[in-house]
Nanobody, 125 residues
Framework: QVRVAESGGGSVQAGGSLRLSCAAS????????MGWFRQAPGNERIFVAH????????YYADSVKGRFTITRENFENTVYLQMSSLKPEDTAVYYC??????????????????WGQGTQVTVSS
C-alpha cells in the first residue's frame, strides 16, 4: 500500500506564512497527481489545490488563489503547499492525497486513492 505523510502545520498570526510538505512512498517508478484538502470542525473536507503528475498543471480553490502555491519535486512524489497572507478562516486540518489515474476529477475527495493523516493549521487574528 502507498503511504502518504504530510507535515509543517502549526500556529501563526493572521497575515503570516507556513509551508506544508507531503511525500507519497511505496510505488517505485510511478508518479502521482497530488492534491491538498482541508477540513474544519463540523464541516466537510474541501478541495484546496492540485498539481498534475509532471507539475505542468495546477488548480486552486477560489478562496486561496493568489495566496497559496502548490509545487512538486521533479522526480519524486513530494509536494509542497506554500501558504501566505493567512486568514483565520484558513484554520483547518490539512490533508495531502495521491491520485493514481490521469484524467480523474481533482475536486472530489473520492477521486483520490491514498491519504495522509492530516496536519493542523491554526491562524489567529
Amino acid at each position: 500500500q502507498v503511504r502518504v505523510a504530510e507535515s509543517g502545520g502549526g500556529s501563526v498570526q493572521a497575515g503570516g506564512s507556513l509551508r506544508l510538505s507531503c511525500a507519497a512512498s511505496g510505488r517505485p517508478g510511478g508518479r502521482f497527481a497530488m492534491g491538498w484538502f482541508r477540513q474544519a470542525p463540523g464541516n466537510e473536507r474541501i478541495f484546496v489545490a492540485h498539481i498534475s503528475w509532471n507539475g505542468d498543471n495546477t488548480y486552486y480553490a477560489d478562496s486561496v488563489k493568489g495566496r497559496f502555491t502548490i509545487t512538486r519535486e521533479n522526480f519524486e512524489n513530494t509536494v509542497y503547499l506554500q501558504m501566505s497572507s493567512l486568514k483565520p478562516e484558513d484554520t483547518a486540518v490539512y490533508y495531502c492525497a495521491a491520485q493514481v489515474y490521469n484524467g480523474a476529477s481533482y475536486l472530489q475527495p473520492n477521486s483520490y486513492d491514498y491519504w495522509g493523516q492530516g496536519t493542523q493549521v491554526t491562524v489567529s487574528s
